[in-house]
């Protein structure tokens, strides 16, 4: 199996489910890479964070934490060079490209991946692993590109004024896919941003897929009070309609839940089905806006951050207690002393 060296990426949590040291010499691990959308740092307990992830937390101390990587600093490019090892410039999304949203009819920005370039998924199957995906994808891929009208219009709109829609470029939307990309099972949001939870009597249709078809309904993954908060001023907009459960209690499909369960399934599915290893990418949208999430976790976390300045201090120790920076290292302070959620924001935030 040929070696693939990641060596760009901005990624907020990537762990190898390797165990130990030892499972080094084993000859076919199953390898797990969990990513999260936007998060900092320091947002980890195991970084010095104030964020509960025991979980994580246990796999670090297993394990190694990188402490100088990378950083492409924003969503697509950082799954681009996640996905191939190369510079973001290097596979179409230079300049914070955004998957299907080129900004320059240039091979170095049009926002779906090239093909003279595998992607690790596509490495991974031909070496023997079954390839898995659930969650955001954001690469550019339109599963109906050639025969829905709406989609081509989005397409003409999102490109660069010297593009064509011709059937060849459709047929590099399509292959596009995650799907298309080395991965024999996907099941996430292939675009950017979308709601977190759906109800039975939401007005909206999800746009989940199942490989590279919509995934019909989705199973309902608990009963919420959804705290869907968004800017004031914007409640109705219909740019950013992410408001319309705010304050509900109903049962939910909650997207961070819901692809975590799926990931379980998919690896059981594996296991039971033989001795096959496999790659798992799981990538979760949170907390890449919309902010959406429970109550119950909105009103653990929101003491927590009272004070700005203090969370922010008590990260800079955090970090230092974890060794992951020296003792003498300096910040660089982004909020006033003693500054404070508002009133207005904490009241609204609370439903």
């Known amino acids: 199996m040929k070696r693939i060296s990641l060596n760009r990426y901005k990624i907020a949590a ?13 000859p076919r691990p199953n390898i797990i890479v969990i990513m999260t959308d936007d998060s900092g740092y320091t947002d980890l307990g195991c970084y010095g964070g104030e964020i509960d992830t025991p979980n994580l937390d246990s796999l670090a101390q297993q394990g190694v934490r990188f402490k100088n990587f990378y950083n492409n600093g924003r969503c697509s490019p950082t799954r681009a060079s996640l996905m191939t090892g190369h510079d973001a410039a290097d596979v179409g999304f230079g300049a914070g490209t955004l998957g299907g949203h080129p900004t320059i009819n240039n091979p170095g920005y049009f926002g779906i991946l090239p093909y003279t370039v595998p992607t690790v998924a596509e490495l991974m199957r031909d070496a023997g692993y079954e390839t898995l995906m659930v969650g955001k994808w954001h690469l550019g891929g339109t599963h109906d590109i050639k025969t829905n ?53 939401d007005v909206w249709k999800h746009r989940i897929q ?10 309902m993954t608990g009963t919420y009070t959804m705290n869907c908060l968004w800017e004031k001023g914007k409640e109705q907009s219909k740019a950013y309609p992410y408001t319309l459960n705010h304050g509900k209690t109903a049962p939910a499909y909650y997207s961070t839940d819901g692809i975590t369960d799926r990931a379980i399934r998919m690896i059981e599915e594996t296991n039971d089905a033989g001795d096959q290893p496999y790659f798992l990418y799981m ?21 927590r951050y009272e004070n700005f300045s203090k969370v922010e201090a008590d990260r800079a120790a955090g970090v230092v207690r974890e060794k992951m920076f020296p003792k003498d290292a300096a910040f660089r302070s982004e909020f006033g002393p003693n500054q404070k959620i508002p009133a207005e924001k904490k009241k609204g935030a609370s439903a």
């Open 14 to 26: 990537l762990f190898a489910c390797l165990g130990s040291f030892n499972l080094f010499a084993a």
């Open 149 to 201: 009208k709406g989609a081509q219009r989005s397409w003409e709109n999102h490109r660069h004024p010297d593009c064509e829609l011709t059937e060849e470029a459709m047929e590099d939307e399509y292959n596009a896919m995650p799907s298309e990309r080395g991965f024999n099972q996907y099941f996430g949001l292939v675009g950017g941003e979308s709601h977190l939870f759906y109800t039975e009597n």
């Open 210 to 219: 199942e490989g590279n078809k919509p995934a019909g309904k989705l199973p």
């Open 283 to 303: 990538a979760h949208r949170a907390p890449h806006l919309p902010l959406q999430a429970p109550q119950d976790l909105v009103d653990k976390y929101m003491s």
